[in-house]
């Protein structure tokens, strides 16, 4: 949380001023989240209260860090037992940097593109009163795949 205030008077001076508890800015909040999820800890149980890093090389966690005591699945690789289906044949975009990038999502196995012919609605225009017409167009895309 965050103090933000405000002053109230005459031509801006400030006579009173008022202050409340606000939110950050929630691309903030991401951002430090995502930062601490990069910087968070495996850890083990040490005495009933205690957890220390599972590699002894590691600081000590604090309370503001993020620790995790079971390591995430492998989602790249199907496994039943998880459910998890992998990420072979998944559809990605070519383009993206995120999550639905090729690069991510394929985990580095790369992928192929296949050319496929979609039909869609086009040259669409407005008839008064009240409809709207349109053709039907075949247009190529691609489209990648995770191998």
Request: charged content about 30%.
């Amino acid at each position: 949380m965050r103090i933000e205030c405000k002053c109230h008077g005459v031509s801006g001076s400030c006579e009173m001023k008022t202050c409340w508890k606000a939110m950050p800015i929630f691309s903030t909040v991401g951002t430090i989240l995502k930062d601490k999820f990069d910087g968070a800890t495996e850890v083990k149980p040490h005495d009933s209260s205690e957890l220390v890093p599972l590699n002894p090389q590691f600081k000590p966690h604090t309370d503001q860090d993020l620790v995790y005591m079971e390591a995430s699945p492998d989602f790249c690789e199907a496994d039943p037992k998880t459910g998890s289906r992998g990420t072979h044949g998944r559809f990605c975009n070519k383009t993206s940097k995120a999550i639905d990038g090729c690069e991510l999502m394929c985990c580095g196995r790369g992928f192929t593109t296949r050319q496929i012919k979609v039909m869609e609605r086009c040259k669409c225009k407005f008839h008064w009163c009240c409809s709207v017409k349109c053709k039907t167009c075949e247009r190529t895309i691609d489209e990648h795949i995770c191998i």
